[in-house]
């Protein structure tokens, strides 16, 4: 079973590669990021032609999440507790849906679902855009709001396959940023604050590519020849639960999805698991047609 996590970077643009590359890496779950479209404008049709059924939460060209599986999913969720807003409040409608405590709008950057055993949620995690920029402070509450839910899950269920899957907007490591725009202490991504609260996660789940996968980056930028230059960062990330992280046969970064015409600004990462955790989403007597 393989499951993965892709920033598109616009599905409605990349829809054919998106689609393309699912029934050639024979990818059974998908958590995409910046599809930027509502569920109505999403090409949900394409999906379902290849065989995938698709779960989205988008809200307009910005930001926005969604799944593409192709076994059943459930317990939809578009957002965690205390997940904060951003943007000017709204008065009168503090805590209401779509809305956070303070009134500030909900952005659609997190989708949970159920697929058999597996908890998965797809996650585009603030930019910050700069140190000093309210996003910033935006970004590292958010983060410290999914640690906490993180930890709440794993209270209540030890035992559960989770897995946060996404654009987590950090290099952690040194080796993980090459692009010299960036420079730590300076710029975001790599600033003391956002690697030190990134490592606090490990307490709770672990990157279960990078032991397969040590090296290697997940995102380069259109300008300056990046990709060429190979002056890129590693941010895409599968943060998994011990019983996922247990189940993991293998994991890569699928870098020539950054190669032909038209690719996102980054590349899938995969991690490869045990089907048993699908157990009860099919028996063996299923005459489901395949999909080529």
Excluded at 83 to 109: N, S, T
Excluded at 161 to 167: N, Q, S, T
Aim: charged share 30%; with cysteine.
């Amino acid at each position: 079973m393989r499951i993965a996590t892709w920033n598109v970077n616009s599905i409605r643009t990349r829809v054919g590669r998106v689609v393309d590359w699912l029934v050639r890496d024979d990818i059974d779950v998908l958590a995409m990021q910046e599809i930027k479209c509502r569920p109505d404008q999403f090409p949900v049709e394409e999906f379902a032609r290849a065989g995938y059924q698709v779960e989205i939460h988008g809200l307009n060209q910005w930001n926005g999440v969604a799944f593409a599986s192709r076994h059943e999913m459930s317990d939809v969720a578009t957002s965690f507790d205390d997940m904060p807003g951003f943007g000017k409040p709204i008065k009168g409608q503090e805590g209401v849906q779509g809305v956070d405590a303070a009134g500030e709008p909900l952005e659609a950057r997190a989708l949970g679902v159920t697929v058999g055993d597996l908890r998965l949620w797809s996650l585009y995690v603030p930019n910050g855009r700069s140190l000093d920029d309210p996003h910033f402070d935006y970004k590292l509450r958010w983060l410290e709001a999914l640690r906490a839910n993180a930890e709440s899950w794993l209270d209540e269920d030890p035992d559960l396959p989770l897995a946060l899957m996404g654009d987590w907007n950090i290099a952690p490591l040194a080796s993980d940023m090459a692009d010299p725009s960036f420079e730590v202490g300076r710029t975001t991504h790599v600033s003391p604050d956002e690697r030190s609260l990134f490592a606090s996660f490990e307490a709770t789940v672990t990157d279960v590519v990078r032991p397969i996968v040590p090296d290697g980056y997940t995102f380069w930028d259109y300008k300056a020849g990046r990709f060429q230059k190979n002056e890129g960062m590693r941010i895409d990330f599968i943060m998994a639960s011990r019983d996922f992280a247990d189940a993991v046969t293998g994991a890569e970064i699928a870098r020539d999805e950054r190669k032909g015409d038209g690719p996102s600004d980054h590349v899938p990462v995969v991690a490869a698991i045990d089907p048993s955790l699908l157990a009860d989403t099919f028996d063996d007597d299923d005459d489901r047609p395949m999909v080529f």
